[in-house]
């Protein structure tokens, strides 16, 4: 049987400092076929030129300004592979994270989703704060249940639902909390298969009280939820 097509959605929104080494290491990976797509969420840097530079190995669509879950939904919508996953435009993947994915939903056909866990590290101009953090809980690896870690059944949308495009800080927790609710199976594996970049402008840290709350709206909203259908919480 030939290997599933894994398709790596990226989306991107003015991330061209760093959109050239996330791209690398979804094309570094041991694990083929892949095809990787970029999804320009309405940049007006440099994007497309990055994405130009690796020709046909890598796939562009542009679309207005419509906040990250819309970019991962039209990813999804475009995506040629069976199974999809994601990376956000400055972070990285280890080349064994796809392979590894991969062979566990092969190992378990009851499996709709696998994530691995994720590392944080900082950019070399903040190498104080990475001192100051040295010893503190962001410095461990964590479970990593954000779209970064993600490969996914295509299929799996079809009983989960799309990204919430509203919530621009916590798509993926509300994903992932509507899938446990609807019983969709998914797998932590305990490697270290993706590096999240610390950097001046991250989205939830120049956003830290509105993600913050939007968080608690996400986890209030679940909870209603279970209340309703009668759930234990």
Not at 25 to 52: H, K
Not at 94 to 122: I, M, S
Not at 148 to 170: I, K
Request: charged share 25%; with cysteine; proline share 5%.
């Amino acid at each position: 049987m030939p290997a599933p097509l894994v398709t790596c959605v990226v989306p991107c929104f003015n991330g061209e400092r760093y959109l050239a080494e996330c791209l690398q290491s979804i094309l570094d990976q041991r694990y083929q076929p892949l095809e990787v797509l970029v999804v320009d969420d309405g940049s007006t840097d440099g994007s497309a030129e990055v994405v130009r530079r690796f020709g046909s190995a890598v796939r562009y669509h542009r679309q207005e300004n419509r906040g990250p879950g819309a970019a991962c939904n039209q990813g999804v919508a475009l995506a040629s592979g069976t199974l999809v996953a994601f990376l956000e435009q400055d972070d990285l993947w280890l080349p064994e994270k796809t392979g590894r994915q991969v062979d566990a939903l092969a190992a378990d056909p009851g499996l709709d989703y696998c994530v691995g866990h994720v590392q944080n590290f900082w950019i070399p101009e903040l190498a104080d704060e990475a001192a100051r953090f040295r010893d503190a809980p962001v410095m461990q690896a964590v479970p990593g249940y954000v779209v970064q870690t993600l490969v996914v059944r295509r299929a799996a949308f079809d009983r989960v639902g799309r990204f919430d495009e509203m919530l621009h800080f916590t798509f993926a927790s509300d994903w992932f909390l509507r899938a446990q609710e609807r019983g969709v199976a998914g797998a932590l594996l305990p490697d270290v298969l993706t590096r999240r970049r610390l950097h001046h402008d991250n989205f939830s840290r120049r956003n830290r009280a509105a993600s913050h709350d939007q968080f608690l709206h996400v986890v209030k909203a679940a909870l209603d939820r279970r209340r309703r259908s009668g759930t234990p919480t």
